[in-house]
């Protein structure tokens, strides 16, 4: 059986991983824009601050294809997919013949409409090479502008500060982290930061970028101007879907998929940052660009491609990030309608969690990571919990688990 995944990633990985474990002995064609071997995203910020070293970066080691029987090729984008003739053609005119196909291509930055944006003026922090990209411009005379406190944008600000004259990040919304945090979650996070010496501008957006062939300074829609010898635009991203929509295959903001990561096109699977997929907790599709829940969903993929029939899994959005050092766990949902939060401050850290019905829907923990692992399984599974407060004490841990599920089953 012939496999021919697209994007070569953490989707692409679990799947490939799967494949091989199934015994599948499919030939796997892996076909990347890229000219690396899978690595770490996340891990370009380490890199680009100078804590990573590149030979730490791949996600696998060196013989990771051979050994799991397939093919890498660098440097090639799919420019279609023929799903009635069943290939993947390249933009060079390659084509790579498939039974099952793995669309797995990830998402791009969002491109705003900002008044003198070019290609030339402006860095986005996805890839590796968009880290060598600002590595070979940034110095300590730099100031740098980031739109966006995402994930991705926090995670660029936190790599620049130690090598630039000063770090802005312009965000729209009222917070940091908007999609993820509450205000009272993401005023901790915020504040550390701040600390450090980033600032931010919130309610705000880069309204201007002046400069068309280098950046000389940012223009805010509050009419502040901000000196900018270095813009990085991290204002959300776009998942990778044309491919999939010109072959025919059902296409929303992502493109939806089932536990299985099957698209509405026989033969076709699309795994990680492209789709929309359940979250376990809301029953909501939606897209959850996480490295762990694309691993998911491409091994979800690659045991549905063998034949093997393991139980799907529980997606939940859920990061453990760190910034400077100190640790952020978050999951489920922070701050949902109807919702109750309770929070505890430990020592340097707090936790929150968030409740819903006597159910525990989300966490955010910052600095106090301990029970993350057992919060996380709580969530998922779904338990009912008779006092919140509970959870929060010193002694809690995998007893109270055990001894709830005990109780759930009796009464079952
Ligand atoms: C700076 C940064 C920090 C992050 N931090 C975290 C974190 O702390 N925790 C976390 O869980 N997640 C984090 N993420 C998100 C995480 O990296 C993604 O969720 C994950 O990489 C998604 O994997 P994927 O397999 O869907 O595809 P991606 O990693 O998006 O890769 C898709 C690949 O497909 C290629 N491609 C696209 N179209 C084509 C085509 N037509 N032909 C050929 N190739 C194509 C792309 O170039 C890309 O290489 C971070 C991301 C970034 C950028």
């Known amino acids: ?32 824009d890229e000219d690396k071997a899978v690595y770490g995203r996340p891990l370009i910020s380490y890199y680009l601050w100078g804590k990573t070293k590149e030979q730490h970066m791949y996600y696998r080691g060196a013989s990771f294809y051979e050994k799991n ?49 070019t290609d030339k003026n402006t860095h986005t922090f996805m890839t590796w090479k968009d ?8 110095t300590h005379d730099t100031d740098v502008v980031i739109a966006g406190a995402g994930l991705i944008g926090l995670k660029a600000a936190e790599s620049v500060l130690a090598h630039a004259k ?14 993820v945090l509450d205000n009272e979650s993401a005023a901790i996070l915020e504040k ?31 009419g502040e101007e901000l000196p900018c010898g ?68 491409g091994e979800a993929a690659g045991n549905h491609m063998a034949g093997v029939s393991e139980e799907p899994p529980k997606l939940i959005p859920m990061n453990a990030v760190t910034f400077f050092g100190y640790p952020i766990i978050t999951a489920g949902i922070i701050g949902g309608e109807g919702q109750t939060g309770i929070l505890k401050e430990t020592g340097n850290g707090v936790k929150k969690l968030y409740f819903k019905d006597g159910y525990l829907q989300g966490m955010a923990l910052f600095n106090a990571v301990e029970r993350a692992g057992l919060y996380t399984a709580m969530i998922k599974d779904k338990i009912k919990i008779e006092d919140p407060y509970e959870l929060l004490q010193e002694g809690f841990g995998l007893n109270w688990y055990e001894k709830s599920v005990r109780q759930q089953k009796l009464s079952q």
Request: net charge neutral; with cysteine.
């Open 69 to 117: 029987g397939a093919t890498l090729v660098t440097g090639t984008r799919i420019a279609k997919i023929d799903a009635q003739a069943k290939k993947a053609i390249a933009a060079d005119g390659r084509e790579f013949a498939y039974d099952k196909l793995l669309i797995a291509t990830g998402s791009s930055p969002a491109r705003p409409p900002i008044e003198g944006l």
């Open 166 to 179: 000063s770090v802005t990040v312009v965000e729209l919304f009222e917070r940091v982290l908007p999609t």
């Open 230 to 297: 270095l813009f990085i635009l991290a204002a959300g991203v776009r998942p990778n879907t044309q491919i999939a929509k010109d072959a025919g295959v059902t296409v929303n903001r992502g493109i939806p998929v089932d536990e299985f990561s099957r698209t509405n096109l026989t033969d076709i699977y699309a795994a990680g940052d492209v789709t929309e997929s359940k979250d376990h907790i809301t029953h909501d599709k939606k897209i959850m660009a996480l490295w762990p829940n694309a691993y998911l969903q």
């Open 192 to 222: 550390l930061l701040t600390e450090k010496g980033i600032r931010f501008c919130l309610k705000q957006s880069v309204a201007k970028i002046v400069g068309a062939e280098k950046v000389e300074k940012i223009v805010l829609s509050s």
């Open 1 to 32: 059986v012939n496999v021919v995944i697209i994007g070569n990633s953490a989707a692409a990985a679990g799947c490939i991983e799967a494949l091989h474990a199934a015994g599948a002995n499919a030939n796997i064609t892996v076909i990347t």
């Open 131 to 138: 880290a060598d990209g600002i590595k070979a411009q940034l």
